[in-house]
């Protein structure tokens, strides 16, 4: 028998004996011998070794938790690696709409001592609002001048409040750029 063949008998047991009876010695097993040809399929999809190591744990955790709804067993290692793959496009697909805003609230704060002594937060916010629409300007001044709630400017503009926090979202993804830089230079000037 060669290393191969001797690989796929010692997982078909192991996985065998996880099917049969799921217990915690039989998913420990399950897992060390899994786990690193896991971390290999991600690192091969060019992952850095903590996400790899994330994403394995993950793929078996859902393994331990659903390897019960399998129809045919013969094909558990397929199963799993379609999970795997899954996964790795469940993350990536999360990543790409991930989107750059900022935390209005913050930036006063790291912005306070780059102020000139005639700038205001006020001020500054004001500046900031040259970027937006009109109607993203009065949902901002509205939450972030005047500290309504979303509820609040949903009512008085009689507009759903997921209109509400979706011109709020878009405003700061819109300032993003425009606040880093100024923050880079702050950063620079000290």
């Given at each position: 028998?060669?290393?191969?063949?001797?690989?796929?008998?010692?997982?078909?047991?192991?996985?065998?004996?996880?099917?049969?009876?799921?217990?915690?010695?039989?998913?420990?097993?399950?897992?060390?011998?899994?786990?690193?040809?896991?971390?290999?399929?991600?690192?091969?999809?060019?992952c850095?070794?903590?996400?790899?190591?994330?994403?394995?744990?993950?793929?078996?955790?859902?393994?331990?938790?659903?390897?019960?709804?399998?129809?045919?067993?013969?094909?558990?290692?397929?199963?799993?690696?379609?999970?795997?793959?899954?996964a790795?496009?469940?993350?990536?697909?999360?990543?790409?709409?991930?989107?750059?805003?900022?935390?209005?609230?913050?930036?006063?704060?790291?912005?306070?001592?780059?102020?000139?002594?005639?700038?205001?937060?006020?001020?500054?916010?004001?500046?900031?609002?040259?970027?937006?629409?009109?109607?993203?300007?009065?949902?901002?001044?509205?939450?972030?001048?005047?500290?309504?709630?979303?509820?609040?400017?949903?009512?008085a503009?009689?507009?759903p409040?997921?209109?509400?926090?979706?011109?709020?979202?878009?405003?700061?993804?819109?300032?993003?750029?425009?606040?880093?830089r100024?923050?880079?230079?702050?950063?620079?000037?000290?």
């Amino acid at each position: 028998m060669n290393h191969t063949q001797t690989r796929m008998s010692n997982e078909e047991g192991v996985t065998r004996k996880f099917l049969e009876t799921p217990n915690e010695d039989s998913f420990t097993q399950l897992f060390n011998t899994f786990t690193p040809q896991l971390v290999a399929f991600f690192r091969a999809r060019s992952c850095e070794p903590s996400l790899a190591d994330d994403l394995a744990q993950e793929v078996m955790l859902i393994a331990h938790r659903k390897s019960a709804q399998i129809r045919d067993r013969d094909f558990f290692r397929a199963w799993l690696f379609k999970v795997a793959r899954n996964a790795l496009c469940r993350y990536y697909g999360k990543q790409t709409r991930e989107v750059e805003t900022v935390n209005l609230e913050d930036v006063s704060d790291r912005l306070a001592a780059t102020h000139k002594p005639a700038g205001t937060p006020a001020f500054e916010f004001s500046n900031w609002m040259i970027f937006l629409d009109s109607r993203e300007r009065d949902v901002m001044m509205l939450r972030f001048i005047e500290q309504w709630e979303y509820h609040e400017i949903a009512a008085a503009r009689a507009i759903p409040i997921g209109t509400v926090k979706w011109r709020i979202f878009n405003a700061k993804k819109k300032l993003a750029p425009y606040l880093a830089r100024l923050q880079d230079n702050s950063r620079e000037a000290a």
